[in-house]
Each structure stands twice: as structure tokens, then as C-alpha cells.
């Protein structure tokens, strides 16, 4: 951890406090529901792309519907993507998994969870040396040296006592709010540091950033700390790199790593934090999303696409999370007929969505409008 006293760390720990405070109050709790299945799968997008995987987001989508590519490399990335989103899904709904999120309990079972959903073809992976083919057990702590680059981690060996060590100090629930955040970030360089298992401590460190975040009260389903990474990805792989240096003599630090390096990794990872909140926060601000969905309806109207009046149903859907079916014909002005054509013509092209023929109606978010209603949510090539 870095010491007591990195005052600009605080600094930013405290902005990241309220300015995510500020986020989860924008939308109707029914509405964010929904964004939080978009949010979870522009997070799998971004963490896959800084692992040199660049999944589009339609196969992303269709992999959700279990409409897998005939492509075998293809096919993996989609069967690798939907466990990537499962794995978050129950982290995000608090499910019944090992807490805290830092202790090599929930690690683990990060790693099982995930790798348990993959195809075999994802289950091995190549000694460079020998050029062996070694088995990727789901939840097993590695069995061999590995080297990343230039680091080389710790034996697998002596995986077991780090592990006790980062849990020790990057579990506690003494630290302040201000300290745990930094420690989330601490914490995300270590564990790669550590490099636990063969394959896959990407992908669990930063599932493992995200549950940190939640159980901080500053994460949640409705930003995406991977998408700041990849954005920034020259810079995070760079400063991850900095940070496993020794340290450099007696005035940095007392521990084996460089602490001002560390401490240079924190910041990076905080402001990448407050950057997708406030991203998000603007994306998420009501009157400016309701003006992006209004001129999208209006086009497709205009080109006869969706039927008129769309644009008020979508509108309530918006502001008041669920819309009853019974209501339509009066908010639009027109018959019972006239509105069941409006609303299959909008449930038809999953711009709203419900659990049955009969049920309430809610606001979608198809990938076909993602790039008019949220702009420069997933790079100009995805």
C-alpha cells in the first residue's frame, strides 16, 4: 500500500466517492437495469481488447442470444466474452461468492467461474520454452514458473504465502473509505504482479477491480473501469510495467517494489476511474439522452421505419421504468388497434422490451442504436 499521506491519491479517492454518488442517481433504478446489461457488455468488450481480443459487440450480442459464430476462433472469443459478462452479472448482483473481493477465496472462485464456462480450446496454453502444452485447471493456483516480459512472478511455490500476504493487506475493512479506493488500485497491480494462475489474471484482476469498487460503494453496473484502461492501454501496460521495478534506495519505500512507482500506477488507475464515471454521468444525463433518442425516433420515422408517436413511449419508458400496455392508446392519442401497431413495431426492433405479451413494457437497448443513443461507448473500429 502506499503510505499514509499521498495526499493527491486521497484527492482523487474523495472526487471518485462523490462524483459516482452523483452517477447512480440519474436514472429510474429500473432503467439502470438495463444500462447495467449494455455497461457489462462494453466492459467485456474493453477487457478482451486489452488481452489483444477485439470481440465485436455484435458477437457479443449474439453470443448473449447462443447464436455462436460457424468461425472456431470466432466462436471462442464469443464463448469467452459471455463468461466474461456471466462472471460480472454475479458479481453485480451480489451473488452467494466468497468475500471479500481481495481475499484468494473470491480470486479463485473468479477464476473457476470463468474459466469453468470456456471451451477446451481456451484451456491450455503453450510453455514457450518447451513449447509443452499445459493444462489450465479453473480456480488452481499455478504449478510451474511462469515469466511475463521481463517480470518473472513469485514460484508457485510460494503462491500461497503472497496470497495470504495480499489478502492481509488488501482485505481489511480498517482502512478508510479514501484508503480502501486506493487500495483497490494497489491491489490491481499486485495480484498481476503475482500472477496467480497460468492463464487468465487479467481478466480476474480487473473482475477482481470491479467487486472492489462495489463493496466500496464507488463501483457499479453502470461504468466500466476496463473501458478506461483499453482507452489508455499504452499508458496502464507501461505503468503496471514501472510499478514492478525494485525500489530505488531508501527513500522509496520499505518494501521489495518500487513505492513511487506504485504510487504513479494508483493515480493512473483512480483517473481512470473518475474518467468513466464522468463519462458516464454525462452519457447518463436525462434531458441530454432523451434529445439523442428523440432525434434517432424522428429519423426512423421520417424513413418510415418506426411508426409516428414512437417517441412518447420510448420517452416514459425512460422516465418512469416500466410503461403498462392499458396506458398506451391514452398517452399517444389513438386506438387500442393503432397502439398495439406502435408497440409491436418498437418491441420488434427490442426498443422495448418485456417479460411477456402482457407485461410491462421497458426500455431496450438494441446494439443497432447504441452508437446514436451512446456515442463513443465502444471505439470508432468496434
Known amino acids: ?111 473457476r467461474e470463468f474459466c469453468s ?38 514460484p508457485a511455490d510460494d503462491l500461497p504465502a503472497f496470497m495470504a500476504r495480499f489478502e492481509q493487506a488488501y482485505a481489511s475493512e480498517r482502512l478508510t473509505k479514501p484508503r480502501q479506493a ?10 498481476l504482479w503475482i500472477h496467480p494462475f497460468l492463464d487468465g489474471n487479467g481478466r480476474v484482476t480487473r473482475l477482481m477491480s470491479h467487486a472492489m469498487l462495489l463493496d466500496l460503494g464507488v463501483g457499479s453496473a453502470l461504468w466500466s473501469i476496463s473501458r478506461g484502461l483499453a482507452r489508455r492501454s499504452a499508458d496502464y501496460k507501461r505503468l503496471l510495467m514501472a510499478a514492478d521495478e525494485a525500489r530505488k534506495g531508501d527513500l522509496d519505500g520499505r518494501g521489495a517494489l518500487s513505492q513511487s512507482a506504485l504510487i504513479d500506477f494508483c493515480a493512473f488507475f483512480l483517473e481512470c476511474c473518475l474518467d468513466q464515471v464522468r463519462y458516464m454521468r454525462e452519457l447518463l444525463e436525462p434531458s441530454e439522452l432523451q434529445r439523442r433518442i428523440e432525434l434517432y425516433v ?14 412518447a413511449l420510448l420517452r416514459e419508458a425512460l422516465l418512469s421504468g416500466e410503461l403498462e400496455r392499458g396506458r398506451v392508446p391514452r398517452l399517444i392519442d389513438v386506438s387500442e388497434r393503432t397502439a398495439r401497431r406502435v408497440i409491436s413495431a418498437l418491441v420488434d426492433k427490442k426498443l422495448l422490451v418485456s417479460e411477456s405479451h402482457k407485461a410491462p413494457l421497458r426500455l431496450g437497448f438494441p446494439i443497432d442504436v447504441i452508437e446514436r443513443w451512446f456515442p463513443r461507448l465502444y471505439p470508432v473500429s468496434a
Open 1 to 111: 500500500m502506499p503510505a499514509e499521506g499521498a495526499e493527491a491519491l486521497e484527492n482523487l479517492a474523495f472526487d471518485l466517492a462523490r462524483e459516482a454518488s452523483e452517477l447512480s442517481g440519474q436514472l429510474h433504478p429500473v432503467v439502470r437495469l438495463s444500462v447495467a446489461e449494455l455497461v457489462r457488455s462494453m466492459n467485456c468488450h474493453y477487457s478482451n481488447l486489452i488481452e489483444g481480443h477485439n470481440t465485436h459487440p455484435r458477437d457479443i450480442d449474439r453470443a448473449l442470444a447462443e447464436d455462436y459464430s460457424a468461425d472456431p476462433h470466432k466462436r471462442d472469443l464469443q464463448f469467452e466474452a459471455r463468461a466474461h459478462i456471466e462472471v460480472q452479472r454475479m458479481i453485480d448482483a451480489r451473488t452467494d461468492f466468497p468475500k471479500p473481493p481481495a481475499s484468494r477465496a473470491f480470486i479463485e472462485w473468479a477464476h
Open 298 to 311: 424522428r429519423d426512423e420515422e421520417d424513413a418510415e421505419r418506426l411508426p409516428k408517436r414512437s417517441f
Open 182 to 191: 486506493i487500495a483497490a488500485a494497489a491491489a490491481h497491480h499486485r495480484l
Open 117 to 154: 464456462r470456456l471451451p477446451e480450446s481456451l484451456l491450455t496454453i503453450e510453455n514457450p520454452d518447451t513449447h509443452e502444452r499445459l493444462a489450465i485447471v479453473p480456480g488452481e493456483l499455478r504449478k510451474c514458473a511462469v515469466a511475463v516480459g521481463r517480470h518473472v512472478p513469485p
